[in-house]
């Protein structure tokens, strides 16, 4: 018995030795990391999200910590995580896409469709949304939502955000403004000013104002106003 014992412990022995060689050998280490759904967040944005590091151990990580640490970032709204051993892992990402900045203290807050901040950014440089003035909100807190004193009122610029989007302008929106008495006005990139009135039907105006820029671009027009206040055609006026 006392042999089969000391053989047991010896098998031990060599099989911890050799756990233990295997364990420090690069075989195991991180090397190729696949990132799927990526749309502002670049590799080292990930990285540093997930506490990530290449060349590390894979037996080191943990799925369900790196989901919670990537979860932290304002960007990601919901993410999957694979491990294949030997050496790689895939991170399969929903993203949140910033759509408008609001002016906020010499700074500028970035909401995505939904209204929550994602980030706030010192240099307007670095910016390429439309700007959104006029508004008060009562809270900033990067990854939750805005809140403005009129709810209703934020869901219907939301909506507005939202139609623009969906019919391909928004890029070319350089500011939504919103008056003392909820009026709104987009002024477009080339300087088109457009007023919406309380904005009603904005799906359909949307697609409209598409067709007019889409218009007064071919015959080479880049000032003036269209009138959508009101749920007859369109008014363009020169200013």
């Known amino acids: ?6 053989i047991l412990l010896l098998i031990v022995f060599i099989v911890s030795i050799f756990g233990y060689i295997f364990m420090k050998t690069d075989f195991l280490f991180l090397k190729e990391l696949t990132i799927v759904g990526q749309v502002k967040l670049n590799k080292e944005d990930i990285l540093s999200s997930g506490k990530i590091e290449m060349n590390k151990n894979i037996y080191m990580y943990n799925v369900k910590d790196i989901k919670e ?8 709204k919901d993410v999957n995580i694979k491990i294949k051993f030997p050496n790689k892992m895939i991170i399969d990402l929903v993203e949140r896409v910033d759509m408008c900045a609001i002016p906020y203290m010499g700074s500028y807050v970035l909401i995505n469709e939904e209204g929550i901040v994602l980030k706030v950014e010192e240099d307007i440089n670095n910016i390429d949304n439309p700007l959104l003035t006029g ?3 009562k809270n900033l807190k990067v990854g939750e939502k ?4 009129d709810n209703d009122f934020l869901v219907k610029i939301l909506d507005l955000l939202n139609s623009c989007n969906n019919a391909n302008i928004l890029s070319n929106i350089s500011e939504i403004n919103i008056d003392k008495n909820k009026n709104i006005k987009l002024y477009t990139v080339q300087g088109v000013e457009v007023l919406l009135g309380k904005g009603e039907n904005l799906d359909y105006k949307m697609l409209e104002l598409n067709k007019i820029l889409i218009d007064l671009y071919t015959r080479n027009i880049s000032k003036g106003i269209v009138d959508m206040r009101y749920n007859a055609y369109p008014v363009y006026r020169p200013e």
Do not use: G, P, S
């Not at 640490?69 to 990601?76: F, H, K, T, V, W």
């Open 1 to 6: 018995m006392k042999r089969i014992h000391n």
């Open 69 to 76: 640490n990537l979860l932290q970032n304002a960007y990601i």
């Open 135 to 137: 508004i008060k909100f």
């Open 146 to 149: 805005i809140k403005l004193d």
